[in-house]
């Protein structure tokens, strides 16, 4: 599977952006998505998730009411509108792709694809 993010971008605080990841190859494969960022001099952390079927969706506390993560099964693609963006968002934004019926979705190592990321910065 192969992930192309898109969307980022510099904004001011309290605007909104969504971010896209299409998926192509064997996107059959897939069970779950989900967004993570890196900050500079930071770790790379969880930001959402969904299940590829069903309507389960999780969300890092931090995001919580302000990011919202959907799909659209005919175009593979995850979508990841942020609103409210705060300076505290700013960061490389990955999307992940997982082949796991299981597996937790906030932990890095249940995704084997991997985005090229895709940059956004919120000032203040």
């Known amino acids: 599977v192969q992930l192309v993010e898109s969307g980022g971008g510099l904004v001011q605080a309290g605007a909104s952006l969504r971010l896209s990841c299409a998926a192509s190859g064997r996107t059959i494969s897939m069970r779950a998505m989900g967004w993570f960022r890196q900050a500079p001099g930071k770790e790379r952390e969880f930001v959402a998730a969904?299940?590829?079927?069903?309507?389960?969706?999780d969300y890092d506390d931090s995001v919580k009411g302000r990011f919202t993560i959907s799909r659209d099964n005919a175009r593979n693609t995850v979508y990841l509108q942020m609103n409210s963006l705060i300076p505290e968002d700013t960061a490389v934004y990955f999307c992940?792709?997982?082949?796991?019926?299981?597996?937790?979705?906030?932990?890095?190592?249940?995704?084997?694809?991997w985005g090229q990321g895709t940059q956004v910065t919120v000032s203040s």
């Open positions: 992940a792709a997982s082949s796991r019926v299981f597996g937790d979705m906030r932990v890095q190592s249940t995704y084997g694809n």
């Open positions: 969904l299940r590829w079927s069903g309507a389960s969706t």
